[in-house]
């Protein structure tokens, strides 16, 4: 049963820090590019980030670059987001997706999902 899980949502004042978690299970994770996307209210979802299977590779949408860097605990199974400098715009449910043939800004390409967190960058 392949399952990914979100974590670490919350609400934070603008220029604060969150750091979100991606918890998989029933694969193995060491083939799989992670990615994370984000959907605000009345957006589209949008990728945010991607990290290569071993974690050597990342990709960032312009907007984040600088502030939101991913990395990867393969032997946890889990990949991480921290987000640093936040902005109100960030605000969105935050979703974390799984795909072997590698990093894709497509979202259609991802080859399973999690459920998303919530985050909320406001005073």
């Known amino acids: 049963q392949v399952q990914l899980v979100e974590s670490g949502g919350g609400l934070v004042q603008p220029g604060g820090s969150l750091r979100l978690s991606c918890a998989t299970s029933?694969?193995?994770?060491?083939?799989?590019?992670i990615g994370w996307f984000r959907q605000a209210p009345g957006k589209e979802r949008e990728g945010v980030s991607c990290i290569s299977s071993s974690g050597g590779s990342t990709i960032y949408v312009d907007s984040v670059r600088g502030r939101f860097t991913m990395s990867r605990d393969n032997a946890r199974n889990t990949v991480y987001l921290q987000m640093s400098s936040l902005k109100p715009e960030d605000t969105a449910v935050y979703y974390c997706a799984a795909d072997r043939s590698g990093c894709s800004r497509s979202s259609d390409n991802y080859d399973a999902w999690g459920q998303g967190t919530q985050v909320t960058v406001s005073s």
């Open positions: 029933g694969f193995t994770i060491d083939y799989y590019a």
